[in-house]
């Protein structure tokens, strides 16, 4: 059996996008349990030089859509990181799931040696799409997806190995 490129992504990328939307909830239930305000901890972090949970989502949808975006050889939507609020951060995740959904599987299954070329910040990178997929789009998305959860995690909000997961 051979495993295609959108089978290796798109699946593990939606299971944890919606648990990632899962964590949202649990973490409003949560502080209307203790009794204070939500954005106490979407403004949450690990460490002062790393970025809010709020920029963890963002970020974590954004390696979700230009996953699908480059490999399937279409535009990625702009989502301007505007976020400010629960409400707003589960719109994002929805429009990205919306995105993830909407990319054909041949396009993506078609990038396995085509050059994939983006800049990330000051770099200029270049790989081909399998490589793309298992040396940057897959551990940056993991990246994020992880901090948003421990930073969640470590501000006692209840979430546990099977919230990591996801529904299967």
Sequence with gaps: MTLSLHAACAPQLLQNLKALSGFITKAQDNATARGFDVNVLLQGRLAPDMHPF???VQ???DHAKFTLARLGGVDAPSFPDTETTVEQLQERIAKTIAFVESVPAANVDGAV???IAFKAGPMELKFKGGEYLTRWALPN????????????RANGVPLGKLD???AR
Excluded at 142 to 152: E, K, N, S, W
């Design 54 to 56: 709020i920029r963890q």
């Design 59 to 61: 970020m974590t949808a």
């Design 113 to 115: 040696d085509r050059e």
């Design 141 to 152: 998305f993991y990246f994020h997806f992880t901090t948003a959860y421990a930073i969640l």
């Design 164 to 166: 990591f997961l996801g």
